[in-house]
């Protein structure tokens, strides 16, 4: 979706999309006409429009409107809710109409909004994710394995995991490209508590008789009841069935307590130890771009 994207909406932009529409509706150009410096970008997509601001610190966008007839809101919705996915960024929409309020409550699990003006007729709503309701990490009790809050006490093997070259080799994210790892160990650690923080993953340190041994996490949160789900393990704890023990112990939190609907995860073809153990844990449903992808569904509703 980010190719839709527009930048910057000035009058040169305002006048294209005029042109490129020349059907379009009075409610998008009264939308492109107000925009001004407000408007960080725009984007369009199944006919509609929306305008990308900061509203009080966040990143919000405005409630989708068509451009011309045949627009869709609820085909840009599926798309926008992919791109926010993408961009780890808070599910806000501002102006939304009152009328739209009962669409947005049937596509979200939870959702928090605060009217616009006096006679509420305009909102913003925020689709509320599960991780934002912990106030902080569960500790996690399984047969091998406890999951718990990182500690200080981490920071040294935490920081050998993340540079570890054979598991960087499977794992999804190489945190070294994000931040200066080469100062010092805290970095790692820092990072993945600003993750926390922000509620984008919870994070987790496996620890067997107490001893730190891998990171277990979910991340990922749809706004729709589903999150990933990714593992690794210190090179000296493999093979003594220390990932499968964290994988279900956190499987069973993520259904029970948190009530995720479903819990995905995506492995490279070439990394026959994981592929057996989301084989055991999980459902595959789909290989494609040299990955396999596993999901496992709530039983519970």
Not at 40 to 64: M, W
Not at 179 to 197: C, G, P
Not at 277 to 295: A, E, P, Q, S, W
Request: include cysteine.
């Amino acid at each position: 979706m980010t190719t839709l994207f527009y930048s910057p909406v000035d009058s040169d932009r305002v006048a294209a999309l005029t042109a490129a529409y020349p059907g379009m509706s009075e409610e998008a150009h009264t939308l492109l006409s107000a925009a001004g410096e407000e408007a960080l970008s725009a984007a369009v997509f199944d006919g509609c429009l929306s305008l990308r601001i900061e509203e009080d610190g966040l990143y919000a966008f405005t409630y989708p409107v068509c451009m011309e007839e045949e627009g869709n809101p609820s085909a840009f919705l599926d798309r926008w809710d992919r791109y926010i996915l993408g961009e780890e960024i808070p599910y806000v929409l501002t102006e939304v109409p009152c009328g739209c309020l009962p669409a947005l409550h049937a596509r979200y699990r939870r959702t928090a909004e605060m009217p616009l003006d006096e006679e509420e007729t305009l909102f913003l709503v925020r689709a509320v994710t599960e991780i934002e309701e912990l106030a902080s990490p569960p500790t996690l009790t399984g047969h091998l394995v406890t999951l718990s809050a990182f500690s200080l006490a981490d920071m040294s093997p935490y920081a050998a995991l993340c540079r570890d070259a054979e598991t960087l080799r499977y794992y999804g994210y190489d945190m070294r490209a994000d931040i200066d790892w080469r100062t010092d160990d805290a970095r790692f650690l820092e990072a993945t508590a600003r993750e926390w923080d922000a509620r984008r993953t919870l994070p987790l340190a496996i620890r067997a008789e107490g001893e730190f041994v891998g990171e277990i996490l979910l991340y990922g949160f749809d706004a729709h009841g589903g999150a990933s789900l990714a593992v690794r393990l210190l090179p000296a704890a493999r093979g003594k069935g220390y990932a499968r023990d964290a994988v279900t112990t956190l499987l069973s939190y993520a259904q029970a307590t948190l009530d995720l609907l479903t819990v995905r995860a995506e492995v490279k073809e070439e990394n026959l130890p994981s592929l057996r153990l989301f084989d055991r844990t999980m459902h595959r449903t789909d290989t494609r771009d040299g990955k396999v992808f596993f999901t496992l569904s709530n039983s519970r509703t």
